[in-house]
């Protein structure tokens, strides 16, 4: 039995809302894009359970080292 995948742009959207609150000084558009290409690394996995906690954990690594 396999799910379908979420609707991608609302996964995107929710984990990138969540990201927003915890890095304020970045760029909405900046969030956004990141998020979209953690999202994009992970969309052809088999195993869709984990894939928006992975993106979020990855998009969160890559936003920490950016500067505002």
């Known amino acids: 039995m396999t799910q379908e ?10 984990i ?4 927003g609150a915890q890095f304020p000084q970045l760029p909405a558009s900046t969030i956004q894009g990141v998020v979209t290409e953690a999202y ?3 969309k052809d996995a088999r195993v869709r359970d984990f894939v928006e906690v992975l993106v ?4 969160k690594k ?3 080292h ?3």
């Open 16 to 19: 990138a809302e969540r990201l």
């Open 56 to 59: 979020e954990k990855q998009a």
């Open 5 to 14: 995948p979420p609707d991608a742009e609302l996964t995107i959207n929710e």
């Open 66 to 68: 950016i500067q505002p």
């Open 40 to 42: 994009d690394e992970l």
């Open 62 to 64: 890559q936003l920490k």
